[in-house]
């Protein structure tokens, strides 16, 4: 058949899905939140959803059929990933909402392993097709967050309220409220410092061939100091100079270090892109030393900067979670909590909002990137 | 008028340009010449200051450079890699300096029009990236660039170096017919020996740091001070090279008679003595610009004419 050929990419994605789907626990009860569930039959599930699910499974099984350049093909099957991913979390929420019962309030219907890698696999359908049909980088990242639409609008409108999930959520919305927060706080104060400084190390190991080695030898070897081993070695230093050994700021001191290789290396690589001969012409046509900076420099590695920003913030975001260790707070307190616990959904818990804000942060920064890039003319 | 005195710039224990003095008139174009590493780039960077000299000075018009303070917002500079800013526009690359010199936005339009003019560039490239502009479209912004805020004198560093043939003569006549219309003051770094004959007004032929000679083309050819300016400017072709610097106009006899197509009068005579020895004949008519024929020459004006010259 030449008209049709199946799609490598989607169909092993599509494959995942269906393997994940069926091998695995999709839903599970358990009678309480000590004892690990058992899976809740394909039978028992709540067939409400199906109706939705039916035709995305469709759509995206027809999706895989595609030749790469069918606009339409590929257009509906981002969309049936999308209904998928809302059908299957509606399926769980209201299988959930079936199951509950009065007269044992300690029971838990939570998301299994299965449900969760299908998830995972539509997502992946979604943001692999939105990347087939579009190709500003800006947009493209965008249309890839949608993939959180289906599930914030089922939170929004109480389909998932009795899930295990959620239930764990309300026992602990305020700790919940604080750890978002608070981590927030710790990757906002780590970029504060990280930034300036991380700029400053670059611009030095750029403008001074006999920074760079040291200057670049060191944050190495900082990158490769395993994060926890990190948080001990800087325990008994900061307490000695009256600072203390845990809480924030050692937290902040070490996720700063870790944060400055990518803004310092960035920063170096985007001045260094800057040909000399166009440096020399801006000199030569008399332009000030601070002239040439902010007007050549700056916007020329600007792009190539923010990308290492990006990567910094998205580094942060998931070390920040080992800084609960130190007792810095954060989601990882939430996470450590539910590990210790053996209680998945806590991990999940603290796990989703790490992923969410990661995958904000990123696309923001990219958009920013690109936005600077074509700002700087590069593409025009 | 720019005269250099006594101008020596050491690197480290290494002399690149070695105590010489040059005196550029007014309106002339003058090409540094010589091989790689003879101090000619170091020479012109110091015209601008690019680079501070060791010793002596620059004088423009009888004031030092050195106290010039907007020195280089006066002085235009083309470069062989043109670097023109990426992510300007081409109107705004070639309103670099004048925006420096806080020239008000109309006037910036205004002269960036008229230089995309003078350099023959369509007006739709104005607002075109330099990614998206060919070598020679590039090198003519460069040149634009450099000229837009009318500068006193113009430094230009083997401007035409990175082109394939054809575009760089099309570049030097264009150069030539700008710097007979503006007149500013040019001092060309070249390597190209005929790119110099074409251009320029006064040749210095630099070699190890210093200049071995300097003088009008004619004088050069004619009178090398020693053999390797004879090899350098001659390049075993000195008498046709010669015959290059005159128009045909100048030796066209209006009582001669000749066959075949005229040649132009703008023609040098080197080209008259290619297209007699093409065609075989002792004599070729010569017409002017609206093809009306003012005269010939024949094989043996030319004899005569390079006969005189070696006399004189």
């Known amino acids: 058949m030449r008209f049709i050929r199946i ?11 269906i393997a994940s789907l069926l091998l695995l626990p999709v839903v599970t009860h358990a009678p309480n939140r000590l004892l690990s569930g058992r899976p809740v039959p394909l039978g028992d599930l709540a067939h409400g959803a199906v109706p939705l699910l039916r035709p995305a499974g469709l759509l995206l099984a027809l999706s895989t059929l595609a030749r790469a350049n069918n606009r339409v093909i590929l257009m509906l099957g981002g969309v049936a990933a999308l209904a998928a991913i809302g059908g299957l979390l509606a399926l769980a929420g209201a299988t959930a909402a079936a199951l509950v019962d009065p007269a044992q309030p300690g029971a838990r219907v939570a998301i299994g392993w299965g449900m969760w890698g299908g ?13 087939r049909l579009v190709r500003a980088p800006a947009l493209r990242t ?5 993939a959180f639409a289906p599930p914030a609008v089922l939170l929004a409108n109480g389909s998932l309220s009795h899930l295990s999930l959620l239930e764990e959520y309300r026992a602990r919305a305020e700790t919940f409220d604080a750890a978002v927060l608070g981590h927030l706080r710790l990757v906002g104060l780590t970029l504060a410092f990280a930034l300036p400084a991380g700029l400053a190390l670059g611009l030095l190991a750029q403008r001074r061939a006999a920074w760079r080695a040291p200057v670049f030898g060191v944050l190495n070897v900082v990158q490769t100091i395993p994060s926890i081993a990190l948080f001990g070695l800087l325990l008994v230093p900061l307490a000695g100079i009256g600072l203390g050994g845990i809480g924030t700021s050692p937290a902040v001191i070490a996720l700063t270090l870790y944060a400055l290789l990518p803004v310092a290396r960035t920063t170096a690589a985007g001045l260094d892109g800057v040909q000399d001969d166009v440096r020399d012409a801006s000199r030569g046509m008399g332009m000030t030393a601070r002239q040439t900076f902010l007007h050549v420099d700056v916007p020329l590695a600007l792009p190539t900067i923010l990308t290492g920003i990006r990567i910094t913030a998205v580094q942060t975001i998931g070390l920040a979670v080992v800084a609960a260790l130190i007792g810095a707070g954060g989601l990882g307190a939430i996470l450590f909590q539910g590990l210790f616990a053996n209680a998945l959904d806590v991990v ?3 796990v989703i909002p790490v992923v969410v804000l990661a995958a904000l942060a990123d696309a923001g920064f990219a958009i920013l990137a690109e936005l600077a890039a074509s700002a700087a003319g590069r593409i025009a | 008028m720019i005269a250099i005195e006594h101008l020596t710039r050491r690197f480290g224990d290494a002399t690149a340009v070695d105590d010489i003095s040059l005196v550029i008139p007014r309106r002339a174009l003058c090409a540094l010449i010589g091989p790689s590493g003879s101090g000619k780039s170091t020479t012109l960077r110091m015209i601008n200051r690019l680079i501070e000299p060791s010793a002596g000075r620059v004088m423009f018009d009888g004031r030092d450079a050195a106290t010039i303070p907007d020195l280089r917002l006066r002085i235009g500079y083309a470069i062989q890699s043109v670097g023109l800013f990426p992510h300007w526009t081409v109107a705004r690359n070639i309103a670099t300096v004048p925006a420096l010199l806080g020239w008000p936005r109309a006037r910036r339009d205004a002269r ?10 369509d007006p739709a490239l104005a607002r075109r990236y330099p990614h998206q502009l060919s070598g020679g479209q590039a090198q003519r912004v460069g040149v634009a660039r450099a000229l837009a805020a009318e500068p006193e004198a113009l430094l230009m560093d083997e401007p035409f170096g990175a082109l394939d043939p054809i575009t760089r003569v099309g570049l030097q006549d264009e150069l030539r017919r700008i710097h007979r219309r503006i007149g500013t003051t040019i001092v060309l770094v070249t390597h190209d020996m005929e790119e110099a004959l074409r251009l320029a007004d006064l040749i210095a032929v630099m070699r190890d740091g210093r200049i071995l000679q300097a003088g009008a083309p004619a004088d050069l050819l004619r009178a090398p001070v020693d053999d390797f300016v004879r090899d350098f400017v001659g390049g075993g072709e000195a008498g046709l090279r010669l015959l290059g610097l005159h128009a045909a106009g100048t030796l066209a006899n209006p009582h001669v008679d000749a066959d075949g197509d005229p040649v132009p009068a703008a023609a040098t005579l080197r080209e008259v003595l290619s297209a007699l020895v093409a065609r075989r004949a002792d004599a070729v008519h010569v017409a002017d610009a609206d093809g009306r024929i003012i005269g010939a020459i024949r094989l043996h004006d030319i004899m005569n004419l390079a006969a005189q010259t070696d006399a004189s």
Request: one cysteine or more; hydrophobic letters at 70%; glycine letters at 2%.
């Open chain 2, 112 to 121: 960036v029009a008229e230089l995309l003019a003078l350099l023959e560039l």
């Open chain 1, 7 to 17: 799609d490598p990419v989607l169909v092993t994605l599509l494959a995942c899905a």
């Open chain 1, 348 to 350: 999940m818990l603290a």
């Open chain 1, 119 to 131: 998830l995972l696999a539509c997502a992946l359908i979604w943001t692999e097709t939105v990347r």
């Open chain 1, 142 to 146: 965008a249309l890839g967050l949608l």
